[in-house]
C-alpha cells in the first residue's frame, strides 16, 4: 500500500504542530503556527526554538523536553499551570482577543526512528475561548451580584477547605465576622439605593484593608466575613482593627449624599477539630460581644 | 490455573537482575532530566493475584487516605499499569522543589490545582523513566495514555482495569522513589497485565540463553 501524504492534513489542523530535533531546533512548523506566530516555516526551520522564544528556556519546559527524548513518554502542558507555553497572541476577532497571550494546552511526544526518540513533536491547542467562558462563570459563581466580594456559596466552600488545609499543615486560620452598624436606619434614612451603595463601598474598603490571600465574602444581609489563612489570633485581631477603623474613616458617599458607617467585628482562630460551624459560632459571640459593648468595636475571642 | 504463567526462580532472578540494572539507569537519567538526585530503591518484584493488588497497594502505606495517586496506563508487547503515590501532605513540597512559575494571584487560589499538576507532571516523568528504561532493556517501545490524578481512596474496581485475565497473577515491582534535597518519598508500582507477564518471560528466557 503506498503512504498517504499525512502533511495534508497536519497543514489544515486547527492546531499548531512542530516537530524539534534533540538540540531543539525546528524541523517542522506547519501552517497553523505560521499564523498564530507571524513567521513562517523557512523563516524558522533549523533555528532553535530558544533563539524564538527564550522564555520557553525554563526548568519546566527543559524536563519535560528532556524526558521525552531520554523515556519517549509524553509531556503534558496544562493550561491551569501554564496558561501558554509559546508566547502566541490571541487569534484576531476572537472573544479572548483583549487577553495578552493566546492561553493552551499543549502535548509533546517522540518520534522514533528505530527504537531511538530522533525529535519530539508539539502539538498546540488554543483554549482560549473554553477559559474565558470558564472564568466568566467561576465569577458568577463565586461572586455576589451587588458588593463583587465572594458570596456565601463560595464563603462556605472556602473555609471548609482553608480548614482542611490548615488541619493538614499544622497551622492556624482566623475568621473575622463583621456587621454594618445600625444599617437599618442607614436605609430608612438615606433610602435603599444608598443602602446598597454602603454595602459595595463596605467591601472594596474592605478588600482593600486586607491582604491579597484574605477572603473577603458578603455573608448575609449587611453581614460580611473575611478569611485569613495561615494566620494567628494575634495578627488577625490587628487585621480586623483595621478593617473596622478604614470603613469608620472612609464616609459613603452616594447622590450628593455622604454618610459615616461604621461596623463591629468579632474574630475567632480555629482549633484543631473545628468544622466551618465551630470557628463560625465564636465568631459570632465574639461580633455579638462588641455590639453589646457599643459597637464600633473588635472583640476577639481568646 | 494451567494457561498461566509462572517463573521459575532462575527466571526470577534473571528478572529481578534486569530489574535492578533498569531502575538504576532510571534513577541516573531521571537525575539528569529532572536536574535533581532522585533515589530509586531496588525494585520489589511479586507475583500477586489481580483481586488483591489493591490490597497489596494499601498495605504498603501507612495510611491510604492520606496518599494522592497519579495512575497512568502503558502499552507495548509491555503493557501494564503503574500507581505513583505520594502523601498528600507531601504535594505542596514538590511544589516548592520545581518552583513552577505562576502569579500570586493563581497561586492562592489554586494552590490545590496547583499541586495536582506538579504531581501529574512529576508522576508522568517518574513513570516515564521506569516504564521506558525497562522497555528499552527488553527492546520494546511502549506508549502511554494521559495520566489521572486520584485524591480518593485506593479502590479494587479502579486498580483491576485494564489488567487483563481474572485466573493469572500479575507481576508487581515496587520502588520507593525519594528527592533527597527535599526529602520527599513516594512509592511507585507497574503492574504488568496478563498478557505481557508471558511475553516477559519469553524475553528473560531470551537473555538466560544468551548466557549460556
Not at chain 1, 8 to 22: A, M
Not at chain 2, 69 to 95: D, Y
Not at chain 2, 190 to 195: P, T
Request: proline share 4%.
Amino acid at each position: 500500500m503506498n503512504s498517504i501524504d499525512l502533511s495534508q492534513i497536519v497543514e489544515t489542523l486547527s492546531l499548531g504542530v512542530l516537530v524539534l530535533d534533540p538540540e531543539a531546533r525546528i524541523v517542522y512548523w506547519n501552517r497553523w503556527l505560521e499564523n498564530a506566530s507571524g513567521h513562517s516555516f523557512p523563516e524558522v526551520r533549523g533555528r532553535s526554538i530558544f533563539e524564538l522564544y527564550p522564555e520557553l528556556e525554563n526548568p519546566a519546559f527543559m524536563r519535560n523536553f528532556r524526558s521525552v527524548l531520554s523515556f519517549g513518554n509524553y509531556a503534558y502542558f496544562s493550561q491551569r499551570v501554564h496558561d501558554h507555553l509559546l508566547p502566541l497572541r490571541p487569534a484576531p476577532g476572537a472573544t479572548a482577543s483583549g487577553a495578552e497571550f493566546m492561553s493552551q494546552h499543549c502535548v509533546m511526544g517522540p518520534i522514533r526512528e528505530g527504537p531511538r526518540v530522533a525529535y519530539a513533536y508539539l502539538t498546540i491547542e488554543d483554549v482560549s475561548e473554553t477559559v474565558i467562558r470558564e472564568k466568566l462563570l467561576s465569577e458568577l459563581a463565586m461572586h455576589d451580584v451587588l458588593t463583587s466580594a465572594y458570596n456565601r456559596r463560595y464563603f462556605d466552600r472556602r473555609l471548609a477547605e482553608e480548614l482542611e488545609r490548615s488541619r493538614r499543615y499544622g497551622h492556624s486560620l482566623s475568621l473575622v465576622m463583621l456587621d454594618l452598624d445600625h444599617f437599618k436606619e442607614v436605609n430608612d434614612r438615606y433610602g435603599h439605593l444608598f443602602g446598597d451603595e454602603a454595602l459595595k463601598h463596605a467591601a472594596r474598603v474592605w478588600v482593600k484593608a486586607v491582604r491579597v490571600s484574605d477572603v473577603v465574602a458578603r455573608y448575609g444581609g449587611e453581614e460580611f466575613c473575611i478569611i485569613f489563612p495561615e494566620t494567628g489570633i494575634d495578627e488577625a485581631c490587628l487585621l480586623a482593627e483595621r478593617a473596622r477603623a478604614a470603613i469608620a474613616a472612609a464616609p459613603v458617599e452616594f447622590g450628593g449624599l455622604s454618610a459615616r458607617i461604621t461596623a463591629s467585628a468579632g474574630v475567632a482562630v480555629s482549633r484543631p477539630d473545628d468544622g466551618s460551624d465551630d470557628i463560625l459560632h465564636r465568631a459570632d459571640e465574639a461580633l455579638y460581644r462588641a455590639k453589646a459593648a457599643g459597637r464600633n468595636r473588635t472583640e476577639c475571642s481568646a | 490455573m494451567s494457561d498461566c504463567v509462572e517463573f521459575s526462580p532462575l527466571e526470577l532472578d534473571a528478572l529481578q537482575e534486569t530489574m535492578n540494572i533498569g531502575f538504576g539507569q532510571a534513577a541516573a537519567a531521571l537525575s539528569e532530566v529532572i536536574d535533581m538526585h532522585v533515589a530509586l530503591s531496588v525494585p520489589k518484584i511479586s507475583m500477586i493475584a489481580k483481586e488483591t493488588i489493591a490490597d497489596y497497594v494499601r498495605n504498603e502505606v501507612a495510611d491510604p487516605a492520606a496518599f494522592c495517586m497519579v495512575e497512568q496506563f502503558f502499552f507495548g508487547r509491555f503493557s501494564g499499569t503503574s500507581f505513583l503515590l505520594l502523601p498528600q501532605a507531601e504535594s505542596r513540597k514538590l511544589v516548592e522543589l520545581f518552583g513552577v512559575e505562576t502569579d500570586e494571584s493563581v497561586r492562592q487560589e489554586n494552590l490545590d490545582v496547583l499541586e495536582r499538576e506538579v504531581v501529574i507532571e512529576i508522576g508522568n516523568i517518574i513513570i516515564g523513566a521506569c516504564v521506558g528504561k525497562i522497555a528499552e532493556m527488553l527492546k520494546d517501545v511502549v506508549t502511554y495514555q494521559p495520566p489521572r490524578f486520584l485524591a480518593g481512596p485506593i479502590e479494587r474496581e479502579f486498580i483491576n482495569r485494564h489488567l487483563g485475565s481474572d485466573e493469572c497473577l500479575a507481576l508487581v515491582f515496587k520502588t520507593l522513589f525519594t528527592f533527597e534535597r527535599q526529602n520527599v518519598c513516594g512509592l511507585l508500582f507497574l503492574v504488568a497485565g496478563a498478557e505481557s507477564v508471558g511475553w516477559l518471560k519469553a524475553a528473560v528466557d531470551d537473555m538466560l540463553s544468551g548466557l549460556v
